[in-house]
């Protein structure tokens, strides 16, 4: 690990004023990604922020019944807040299917939307990689691809997004409240990450000098329709191969709303708004949830190594979205397909 300094943020502004100061500054939460990308040498901050004591750790209640979850709530908290298990229990699921209790206990709302790929040549540095260094190359595209993407690729990055929690928030409508330099603005969460084209390096559109403050939801009416299934190689503390966050609304058998998420298939959680409004009217049976997965993944194209993932989400998706019109969404902590 390379030297660096350490400094303290006591308020927002502070830690706003030392990311500004410093183009090499990383900010530090959890650390859960970070630590491990600075032992390997892939990050290399000059200065790291400690930001553990902002005032960023409450969950509100809005007005209507939305929730707005502070930055620095660790993962553990959410997934068992009672609004959360109540009136968003996809997002509880999807999160309790990502890494293990203690890093949940130790990651936070916003580390985990910031946190990189897992493309193994990304964590090689022996390897070209366009993330890592711009230009260099991209060593998955003709190498070992199983875990890449499959949708939304460029020539010059195949790489996946790792998040579980992600691909719920996306599903979900999230808005992610950002401060910086220019004051406080909102990104919806679908804009939040983007597909890699000429930039792999950037994996998000936070801009300089800015910090996430909270993650908001709207409410839903999804509470009794909902699923998060993840498919991965080990039944726990594994990266999803293809995970789906579904959610309906059906109204005497016919689709009111409909949400259909992707995770471990695109460089973001991967949803298609105009698929879902085709749909919406349709009668809520297999029939159609085949037709929305065969629409979802038109455009999905495989790399040799990965080229499992298509029909895998395929499957994936007619599943999740009867389990959300029966009701008995995929447990987390159930190993088998119900
Ligand atoms: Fe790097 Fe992306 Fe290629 Fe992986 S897929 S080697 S992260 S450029």
């Known amino acids: 690990m ?75 908290a959410v997934a068992y807040d009672e609004r959360v298990t109540t009136n968003f229990p996809l997002l509880s699921s999807a999160i309790l299917s990502g890494a293990s209790p203690q890093l949940r206990n130790a990651a936070t709302m916003g580390g985990n939307i910031l946190q990189r790929t897992r493309c193994y040549y990304f964590y090689d540095p022996a390897t070209p990689c366009n993330k890592r260094q711009p230009g260099s190359g991209c060593a998955a595209i003709g190498g070992v691809n199983r875990m890449h993407a499959i949708l939304g690729t460029s020539e010059h990055c195949i790489a996946v997004h790792p998040s579980d929690m992600g691909v719920a928030l996306a599903a979900l409508d999230a808005t992610v409240e950002v401060e910086g330099p220019d004051g406080r603005r909102d990104i919806p969460f679908t804009d939040f990450h983007r597909l890699p084209e000429d930039h792999p390096e950037q994996d998000n559109t936070l801009g300089y000098g800015e910090l996430i403050t909270a993650i908001r939801l709207e409410p839903n009416r999804f509470a009794n329709h909902h699923t998060y299934i993840k498919l991965r190689d080990r039944l726990s503390y594994a990266f999803a191969l293809v995970s789906v966050a579904a959610a309906l609304e059906v109204v005497e058998g016919r689709i009111l709303d409909l949400r259909v998420a992707l995770g471990g298939v695109a460089h973001r959680p991967w949803r298609d708004r105009l698929v879902e409004a085709e749909f919406s009217g349709e009668i809520a049976n297999e029939t159609t949830f085949r037709g929305i997965a065969k629409r979802l993944l038109t455009c999905a194209k495989g790399q040799g190594d990965n080229d499992f993932k298509i029909p895998l989400a395929n499957e994936a998706i007619v599943r999740a979205l009867g389990q959300a019109l029966s009701g008995r969404p995929q447990v987390p902590s159930c190993k088998s397909m119900q």
Do not use: H, W
């Open 2 to 76: 390379k030297p660096f300094s350490y400094l303290r943020a006591e308020t927002v502004d502070d830690a706003i004023r030392a990311l500004v100061s410093n183009p090499l500054a990383k900010l530090l939460a959890g650390g859960t990604n970070l630590i491990d990308l600075m032992k390997y040498e892939i990050a290399q901050p000059a200065v790291l922020i400690d930001i553990n004591r902002l005032p960023l750790k409450t969950v509100e209640e809005l007005p209507g019944g939305g929730l707005r979850i502070g930055a620095l709530v660790s993962n553990s």
